[in-house]
């Protein structure tokens, strides 16, 4: 997770004047057997809000059959004016959405030198949003999962969660069919070639956040010959297993909160008391509350602690300390840190506005 400053600079770095590349490029791939039909599409772009514009366009289901269907990607983007130059862009997940990236965090993650340069492409992945979707559970359904709080640290508890996570597993190849088996990283790899063709691009400058540098250096591996620019930001080792990445991902967590905390404490400006230590061990005190008397959103779903942790973490590891005065929090996020005898730091984004998105887990793309 990379502080919005972090972004600009790093995405400053593809409209810095950088000079050509002088060592030799490879040839582009020629097109399979099959795929012509593809990558012959022509965009037909519409005005979906106020600065977006959003387009369709169909890949193959199954890479090796291309004969035996298709499926839809939903792509959007932000125009450059009189730019011809395009960035795709991937949040990461896998199964994040780039709609979202693109609709809702450009201004605020890009440098306004490279929203002038390029024409930013978003799109959401096979089997993700408004792309042909992996259905799993409906809302009532996916609501109530989320309101358990899985504890897979405990053992009494493992069992229990295997066998619902099979009866998750079944629910999406009854509701998803077909699709379930073509969700994956090389599959989705290729249909970012047919974009980059639908764009009219020799070559894809791509932009790709922690799964997303997965993605593009997969997509860099298949088509050399079109891989452009590519900015792969918080890159993972592709030989890692997700046990190892989910370590990795948590280690980092940890450091990046142990650090905001002691900026927090030495600003002057923080909630919590005494050294960095204490600021930790308050925090720590403050979810095992939450753990066991989760809050209530407004419309009268409980907020599960795991959902309050990744709002925290978003927020701390993203957002300087100066930032998060107290004074500016909602009155009853105030009042629950009062009632609590602790005051963790900002509201987390994912719970402050009395909402929970039924947000389904993301398929995997391995």
């Known amino acids: 997770m990379v502080p919005a400053a972090a972004f600009s600079a790093v995405l400053a770095l593809l409209v810095s004047g950088c000079s050509a590349p002088t060592e030799q490029r490879a040839e582009p791939e020629p097109v399979a057997q099959g795929l012509q039909s593809y990558y012959e599409q022509q965009l037909q772009w519409e005005k979906c809000g106020s600065v977006i514009e959003c387009a369709t366009l169909k890949v193959p289901l199954d890479y090796e059959n291309p004969q035996d269907g298709s499926i839809d990607l939903a792509l959007n983007r932000r125009v450059a004016q009189g730019s011809e130059k395009n960035l795709l862009v991937n949040p990461g997940g896998p199964g994040g959405s780039g709609l979202d990236l693109v609709k809702s965090s450009v201004p605020l993650m890009f440098s306004k030198e490279l929203q002038r340069e390029y024409n930013v492409i978003g799109f959401d992945p096979r089997g993700v949003g408004k792309s042909t979707p992996v259905t799993c559970l409906d809302d009532a359904e996916q609501d109530e999962l989320r309101q358990q709080n899985q504890r897979s640290w405990v053992p009494a508890e493992r069992e229990e969660i295997r066998a619902e996570s099979k009866k998750y597993a079944d629910s999406c190849l009854e509701k998803t069919g077909e699709l379930l088996g073509h969700v994956d990283t090389a599959s989705a790899a290729k249909d970012m070639d047919i974009i980059r063709e639908a764009l009219g691009d020799e070559q894809l400058d791509y932009l790709g956040f922690s799964y997303g540098t997965f993605l593009g250096a997969t997509y860099a591996d298949l088509f050399p010959g ?74 009268g779903r409980k907020v599960p602690v795991i959902d309050f942790i990744n709002g925290f973490i978003i927020r701390s590891t993203s957002q300087p300390p100066g930032r998060c005065s107290a004074r500016r929090w909602p009155t009853r996020w105030r009042a629950t840190w009062i009632r609590s005898s602790t005051s963790p730091t900002c509201p987390p984004a994912a719970t402050r506005r009395g909402t929970i998105r039924a947000t389904p887990p993301r398929p995997s793309a391995r």
């Open 226 to 299: 079109h891989a452009g620019r590519m900015v792969l930001d918080g890159a993972m080792d592709p030989k890692s297993t997700s046990s190892q990445v989910d370590l990795a991902q948590a280690v980092g967590f940890e450091k990046e909160i142990e650090a905001w905390l002691e900026d927090c404490v030495e600003s002057g400006d923080c909630p919590f008391t005494g050294t960095a230590e204490d600021a930790y061990k308050q925090l720590q005190d403050f979810f095992k509350k939450l753990e066991a008397k989760p809050m209530v959103a407004s419309d």
